[in-house]
């Protein structure tokens, strides 16, 4: 029953900048830790981001300080703020929610296209 949206993605040129949202369904958002990963074809999913339910983000050093990840518990929505944006960044970003140790739930993905 749980769904999770994207949206913001989108075309933006190397140095824009984009902010991704994820709306949830669920009643009880604010006692998951969400997340962002993100995929290009024929690689692996990358781990982005990742919020606590206490609201502390967690990054990968390679994003470190380009990226943002933070959450409106009110809204039931988890946001990604990307700045400084590259062509290496382009991909399908998905919002992830953690429900339990063996269980997550994913979106449908957004893409995020960095072009000139």
């Known amino acids: 029953q749980v769904q999770l949206v994207e949206s913001g993605g989108g075309l933006v040129q190397p140095g824009g900048s984009l902010r991704l949202s994820c709306a949830s369904s669920?009643?009880?958002?604010?006692?998951?830790?969400m997340g962002w990963y993100r995929q290009t074809p024929g690689k692996q999913r990358e781990w982005v981001a990742t919020i606590t339910t206490s609201g502390r983000p967690i990054y990968p050093d390679s994003l470190k300080g380009r990226f943002t990840i933070s959450r409106d518990n009110a809204k039931n929505t988890v946001y990604l703020q990307m700045n400084s944006l590259k062509p290496e960044d382009t991909a399908v970003y998905y919002c992830?929610?953690?429900?339990?140790?063996?269980?997550?739930?994913w979106g449908q993905g957004t893409q995020v296209t960095v072009s000139s």
């Open positions: 992830k929610m953690t429900l339990a140790s063996n269980r997550e739930m």
């Open positions: 669920r009643t009880i958002f604010a006692s998951y830790a």
